[in-house]
T-cell receptor, first 110, second 113 residues
């Protein structure tokens, strides 16, 4: 079945630095790769997604890169701010519903 | 616009008691519906998903069940709760295939005592 591995599980960065979270997936048929942000006590919300026909997508301070050959994709957050502190999830659905990574707890230290 | 409602927000139940969590979606029709559970400090575990009324797939065999009595209503139930059922339960919906954004409810924090 579909497997999504996410690293690291926790990440602490100084405010203003960059943060990178990586995910790998097992099924080469995957063609949609979303990233979700979950704030404490709330449901996850989509922050950016990428489809397999592009290698990179940016939205202001966040970007996602995709390497289909290696079957991994990454979330990049630049100029981190305290409000970026949250749990981030990647996902890679195929013929099943969204399968999520284990999550990364990001802490931005002011 | 579409909205998703999930209730209750918090619930404390004794071991062996029944459970009913409800989720409704507004502003769309024939959504795919999902129940996820999130244990403390862990990822999202898919419990059930439904692509239509009376079409429910179970991903994890356990003492929970799901029903979809109406197109936009999804219910998570248990006849007898276990301590291990404690967690944060999330309902979500997508439109059409899985290759679209999933919208989550605000979640239900269930504590079994």
């Amino acid at each position: 079945g579909e497997n999504v591995e996410q690293h690291p599980s926790t990440l602490s960065v100084q405010e203003g630095d960059s943060a990178v979270i990586k995910c790998t997936y097992s099924d080469s048929a995957s063609n949609y790769f979303p990233w979700y942000k979950q704030e404490l006590g709330k449901g996850p919300q989509l922050i950016i997604d990428i489809r397999s026909n592009v290698g990179e997508k940016k939205d202001q301070r966040i970007a996602v890169t995709l390497n289909k050959t290696a079957k991994h994709f990454s979330l990049h957050i630049t100029e981190t701010q305290p409000e970026d502190s949250a749990v981030y999830f990647c996902a890679a659905p195929v013929n099943t519903p969204l399968v999520f990574g284990k999550g990364t707890r990001l802490s931005v230290i002011a | 616009s579409q909205t998703i409602h999930q209730w209750p927000a918090t619930l404390v139940q004794p071991v062996g008691s029944p459970l009913s969590l409800e989720c409704t979606v507004e502003g769309t029709s024939n959504p795919n519906l999902y129940w996820y559970r999130q244990a403390a400090g862990r990822g999202l575990q898919l419990l059930f998903y439904s692509i239509g009324i009376d079409q429910i797939s179970s991903e994890v065999p356990q003492n929970l069940s799901a029903s979809r009595p109406q197109d936009r209503q999804f219910i998570l139930s248990s006849k007898k709760l276990l301590l291990s059922d404690s967690g944060f339960y999330l309902c979500a919906w997508t439109l059409g295939s899985e290759n679209t954004e999933a919208f989550f409810g605000q979640g239900t924090r269930l504590t079994v005592v």
